[in-house]
């Protein structure tokens, strides 16, 4: 085999090690969980959340219901309630929503909200303050089980993924992994994230070690 034949292939070779090592990036805007407690309170007794369109992660959807967000030196309007309801309500923004909210927002895995702030959420005249739930979600990669070993990665990694956006490429550090059966593979960043990353839709990231 001649040099230049060698050199095509250890490129294509890892082109397709590459492929096979990205996963798709979202980009998600602020947005709340709500408990079945909750729910009652904002919409009534029962009220069933109304499907607008599903999301990537399986049975996650956007619903049609909008709320406010009143924080203690500004508020946020129109923000988006995802389905189906949990334990536990939570409040995801972006650190620049906690400016505007006047309100010190941690940075936090999805689910782990003990010692966070709280919030007031309103919808027309009816409103529920949690006493606490309000993170600035941590960067993270929802990892379906059958892809962990092929991105040599394990649940509760913390990793360093490349984002290559439009002029303006990115490494970001601190990002978690979590592996679940239930997940499909793509990477969640914030908006603020999103903006500092040149994010487009269709995205790839990749980790790097
Ligand atoms: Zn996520």
Do not use: W
């Amino acid at each position: 085999m001649d040099d230049k034949l060698i050199d095509l292939l250890v490129d294509k070779i890892s082109e397709k090690l590459n492929e096979s090592q990205s996963f798709l990036v979202e980009a998600s805007g602020r947005h709340v969980h709500l408990s079945r407690k909750d729910i009652d309170a904002l919409f009534g007794e029962g009220y069933q959340l109304k499907l607008d369109r599903y999301l990537s992660q399986p049975g996650q959807f956007v619903s049609r219901e909008r709320l406010t967000l009143v924080g203690p030196k500004g508020v946020l309007q129109n923000v988006v309630i995802l389905g189906p309801e949990r334990a536990d309500s939570q409040v995801e923004v972006s650190a620049t929503d906690a400016l505007t909210l006047g309100q010190k927002v941690p940075i936090r895995e999805s689910g782990n909200i003990e010692n966070t702030p709280g919030i007031t959420l309103v919808n027309g005249n009816r409103s529920v303050t949690i006493d606490k739930g309000l993170i600035v979600a941590q960067r993270h990669v929802h990892v379906a089980e059958k892809d962990a070993a092929k991105l040599n990665v394990n649940h509760g990694d913390i990793v360093k993924v490349k984002i290559a956006g439009e002029n303006r490429s990115l490494i970001f550090d601190d990002v978690v992994i979590r592996v679940s059966e239930k997940f499909a593979t793509v990477m969640h960043i914030d908006y603020d994230e999103a903006n500092a990353c040149g994010f487009t839709k269709g995205i790839k990231g990749t980790i790097v070690k």
